[in-house]
């Protein structure tokens, strides 16, 4: 199988290659209690989103996008970012990422002890106008001052390129504007850089091209490659089997699939956790999650939302065993 060969090309730095039966491994960023929850109208307590985290994580979660150091007026769902952290155990609390997208939200997240944090950089103007308030180039410049603060932190640092692979307002995005951000947020110095298909746009032939060329503008540095797939048009699952095969040993999902980015239009649906956990694990890959656990999540999730999860896994359940 082709992806024996390209095992760990852009494995996460710092974490194990493979499991004990020597499968390449794959880390699952469980997004549900941020960018799930964001985008949905039913609010959840600071309970519930600290139930959430702490399930996910006892399930084998090892990275949990927990909370967001947005304005609290834009997002209002993520208004409690720090009272969940303070709720959480040691241990959820060590798997713990926290969404920030300028200075304030670097303050915010240093003071509430977060060991990770998501910084987020839209590939085109129109659409980093929106989300950010700020063109492109004012956002490099603010990360080029919050990649120095986390490092004095002791705090990771992963950006994401929102709209790599298609903006809702400027249409298709090059591949040489995504090469340029890759090699430009490189050299400032993360340990990760995402390619988010914010708007499900992407196809497993770009995956396939965009992540060459993610990695070919991370050669010679210590840099990890993420991505993070919507299934707003029914490609998420291809698009992330495309990007382990060409080595991405980090994918982005959420728990039923719920949530999307509420700055962009019908922007819905990110991959769903037990559907990509199956997907891999069917295909020979390991994730280290708890397919039965993450089914108890799902339906206090529909309860909670008053409605199915978009997931169809926890409709269909496991594939049975040979007789």
């Not at 103007?125 to 063109?135: A, G, V």
């Not at 390619?195 to 010679?220: C, F, N, Q, W, Y």
């Not at 719920?258 to 890959?285: H, K």
């Amino acid at each position: 199988m082709r992806h024996a060969l390209v095992a760990g090309a852009v494995a996460e730095k710092g974490m194990p290659m493979s499991d004990g039966a020597g499968r390449p491994l794959v880390t699952i960023v469980e997004v549900s209690a941020r960018d799930g929850l964001q985008n949905e109208a039913v609010a959840f307590s600071t309970a519930e989103k600290v139930r959430l985290i702490e399930e996910g994580v006892a399930a084998g979660l090892r990275r949990v996008e927990s909370c967001s150091f947005v304005n609290p007026k834009r997002v209002p769902q993520m208004a409690d970012a720090e009272a969940v952290m303070e709720g959480l155990s040691p241990a959820a609390r060590a798997a713990s990422i926290g969404l920030v997208l300028n200075e304030r939200g670097i303050d915010r997240a240093i003071a509430a002890g977060l060991p990770e944090i998501n910084y987020v950089v839209v590939a085109t103007e129109t659409f980093s106008r929106r989300n950010q308030s700020m063109s492109v180039e004012e956002n490099l410049a603010q990360l080029s001052r919050v990649i120095p603060r986390a490092k004095e932190a002791g705090i990771r640092t992963s950006v994401g390129i929102s709209a790599a692979f298609g903006c809702p307002y400027e249409g298709e995005v090059s591949e040489a504007v995504i090469a340029e951000l890759v090699k430009r947020i490189a050299e400032l110095g993360p340990e990760e850089i995402g390619l988010a298909d914010t708007i499900g746009a992407g196809v497993p032939p770009m995956v396939s091209d965009r992540v060459g060329i993610a990695k070919e503008a991370v050669a010679g540095t210590s840099v990890a490659l993420r991505c993070h797939f919507h299934n707003t048009r029914n490609t998420g699952i291809a698009n992330a089997y495309a990007a382990v095969v060409e080595g991405v040993r980090a994918l982005d999902a959420s728990i039923g699939g719920i949530g999307g980015c509420p700055f962009a239009p019908r922007a819905t649906g990110n991959i769903a956790t037990e559907d990509l956990v199956f997907m891999l694990e069917r295909s020979g890959y390991s994730t280290g999650v708890d397919l039965t656990a993450l089914f108890e999540i799902t339906g206090w999730l529909g309860e909670k939302l008053e409605k199915p999860v978009p997931g169809l896994l926890s409709r269909a359940g496991v594939f049975p065993p040979a007789p």
